[in-house]
C-alpha cells in the first residue's frame, strides 16, 4: 500500500494544544484522586507518548503497567476483533486504575478492555483518551477523560501511526479526504 508523503496529511492539533489538554486532563485527575494511590494502565503502542505526557502532570503517587491488544492488523479501520497481544504485569485488584488509550473510534476495544479489567476486581476503573471519534462509534461507553473529539478521519502522529510510521511527529495530523 502506498501512502501520501507526509507533507500530504492535513494539522489538526498542534504540539502546543495537545501539551495543554494534557496538562488539563492531569490537573483533572490530581483533584479527583487527591489522597488516594493510581495504577495508569496504558496500552500499547499508541499511547505510549499520551501516557508518558500525562503521568508527568499527575502529582498523586501511582505505578504504571502497560497491556497490548491490537485490532487493525494494518489497515485503516478496525478489524472489529480484538487480540490480546501483550498483559498486565501486576495486578489491580482493589486498585483505582486509569486505563490510557490514544483514540477511541468505534468504541469496540474500549468496551473489551474496560470489561477485561473489571473481571481483575479494581476499587476503580476510569477511562483516558486521547481522541475520540464519537460519530464513529458503535458502542456507547462512558469515557471518563477524553483529550479531543475529532471527526472520522483516520489520524498519525503523538503515538498514533499508519502502518507502524508516523508516531515520532509531535502534532496530530490527518490522512487527506480523497475527492
Not at 500530504?8 to 495543554?20: G, N, Q, R, V, Y
Not at 488516594?36 to 505505578?63: N, T, Y
Not at 471519534?133 to 483529550?147: H, Q, S, V
Amino acid at each position: 500500500m502506498t501512502h501520501p508523503p507526509i507533507e500530504a496529511f492535513e494539522p489538526m492539533l498542534s504540539s502546543a494544544t495537545i501539551a495543554e489538554r494534557v496538562a488539563e486532563l492531569g490537573a483533572q485527575i490530581n483533584r479527583e484522586f487527591q489522597g488516594q494511590e493510581l495504577i495508569v494502565v496504558g496500552v500499547l503502542k499508541g499511547a505510549a507518548l499520551f501516557m508518558s505526557d500525562l503521568i508527568r502532570c499527575i502529582d498523586v503517587p501511582l505505578r504504571c503497567d502497560f497491556l497490548r491488544v491490537s485490532s487493525y492488523e494494518g489497515g485503516l479501520k478496525s478489524t472489529g476483533v480484538v487480540r490480546w497481544e501483550f498483559d498486565l504485569t501486576q495486578t489491580i485488584e482493589d486498585q483505582n486504575v486509569i486505563l490510557v488509550e490514544d483514540i477511541v473510534d468505534t468504541g469496540l476495544t474500549a468496551n473489551f478492555l474496560y470489561e477485561s479489567l473489571l473481571l481483575r476486581r479494581p476499587r476503580s476503573l476510569k477511562f483516558c483518551t486521547l481522541l475520540h471519534k464519537e460519530a464513529n462509534t458503535r458502542i456507547n461507553f462512558d469515557l471518563d477523560y477524553i483529550g479531543f473529539t475529532i471527526p472520522n478521519r483516520f489520524v498519525i502522529g503523538y503515538g498514533l501511526d499508519l502502518d507502524g510510521k508516523y508516531r515520532n511527529l509531535p502534532h496530530i495530523a490527518a490522512l487527506p479526504v480523497e475527492s
